[in-house]
């Protein structure tokens, strides 16, 4: 009987990571069901990502949203333990850093069911991060992780993990695989730089993260730093409906171009066509990189060190003034992308080969 791998997805970076995935367990023959926590529950958010993508429909939709991180995690972990239970996967394969992906590892551990971390071992050494303690904790209780890049493996190193009970694999960047793989049917099937218009250089911005969004300080600060640039160059910044109410109850004005949310094949495009990429997306730095753009990380700290290191990305934390000066300096900057820090793009192949090999 072919081996069965339940896949755990919620949030766009995972749809983007489990399509590579999920191709290559395809071509291995083994049986994936796919569960979706609901994590991002609007069309543009999610079911968008699955049909343009050719992703298998989840088996099971948990519709889990807009709750704290205690009370989403914990509804997860109820939902993700009696589909494991009913399922009686070989593998729990979890992707990422989210709460969904710390719910479907601590499920499938306490069941003693083996857990798959694809892209563990990311570190941005912040602990007041949500994102940084799941990652922390989903690596810690898995059995095989597969990091991206050798910086992901140094850092497990040196947290012991030689020591531990569990494989570290090296494979490459699952996202650098959809990305090639997708750039081809986005320049067929988008449509979105004609229909936006987009005939002169503009800035790709994206804004969600909550310490940016829930803090009205730098909120304020990044919109402003915007609307600066926007002077200048057109700022494109397509926005989830959340972050688009919270501005909108804070009375701050958009004197830029603000669309709503866009699918995979549309993001492909818009970052082919930019000029700049300004985010606060982990995803998106990666992304920028794989399309030979430069980036400004509306953070103070990053879990893709490699791209500051190396002069692709700058991080300019939520500071007006900062974002505005490296947002000139980085627009004109010629750097080298022929560099390839994530692989060569068979991680998904390599993924699914050695979860068929395992006993």
């Given amino acids: 009987m072919n081996k069965k791998i339940l896949t755990i997805v919620g949030a766009r ?3 983007v990571k489990a399509a590579a995935v999920s191709r290559a367990l395809n071509y291995f023959d083994l049986n994936e069901i796919i569960v979706h926590t609901g994590q991002h529950f609007d069309y543009g958010m999610s079911e968008i990502f699955f049909s ?10 948990l519709g889990i949203n807009s709750l704290s991180h205690g009370a989403m995690t914990g509804r997860m972990l109820e939902e993700i333990e009696s589909i494991i239970l009913k399922e009686k996967p070989d593998f729990v394969m979890v992707y990422g850093d ?5 719910a479907g590892a601590l499920a499938a551990s306490k069941l003693h069911i083996p857990v798959a971390h694809v892209e563990a071992g990311l570190r941005s050494f912040n602990r007041k991060m949500p994102e940084e303690i799941n990652r922390i904790l989903t690596d810690r209780i898995s059995s095989v992780l597969f990091c991206p ?3 992901a493996i140094s850092n497990l190193q040196k947290e012991g993990y ?3 009970n569990c494989q570290v694999e090296l494979v490459g960047d699952v996202m650098y695989d959809a990305a090639m793989y997708y750039s081809e049917k986005s320049a067929e099937k988008s449509k979105i730089i004609h229909d936006l218009n987009l005939t002169t250089p503009f800035i790709l911005a994206t804004l969600h993260r909550q310490e940016n969004t829930d803090d009205l300080n730098n909120l304020t600060s990044i919109i402003e730093a915007f609307n600066e640039i926007g002077q200048s160059t057109e700022v494109l910044l397509p926005l989830h409906p959340r972050t688009r109410k919270i501005i909108e109850q804070a009375a701050l004005k958009t ?3 603000v669309i709503d949310p866009v699918g995979y094949f549309d993001m492909i495009e818009l970052l082919k066509h930019c000029s700049l990429v300004m985010t606060d997306s982990g995803g998106l730095q990666k992304e ?16 893709w060190t490699e791209l500051v290191e190396k002069g692709y990305n700058v991080l300019t934390g939520a500071r007006k003034n900062t974002i505005v000066v490296q947002a000139e300096k980085m627009v004109q900057k010629k750097n080298n992308f022929s560099t390839r820090l994530y692989g060569d793009g068979s991680a998904g192949m390599k993924i699914a080969e050695f979860l068929a090999g395992k006993d």
């Fill in 13 to 15: 970076p995972q749809f």
């Fill in 52 to 61: 343009e993508m050719e992703i298998p429909h989840p088996k099971y939709n």
């Fill in 98 to 102: 989210t709460n969904s992906t710390l």
């Fill in 149 to 151: 890049t050798q910086t």
């Fill in 162 to 164: 030689g020591h531990f």
């Fill in 255 to 257: 004197n830029f171009r």
């Fill in 288 to 303: 920028s990189y794989f399309f030979e753009k430069n980036c400004i990380t509306l953070r103070d700290e990053t879990e």
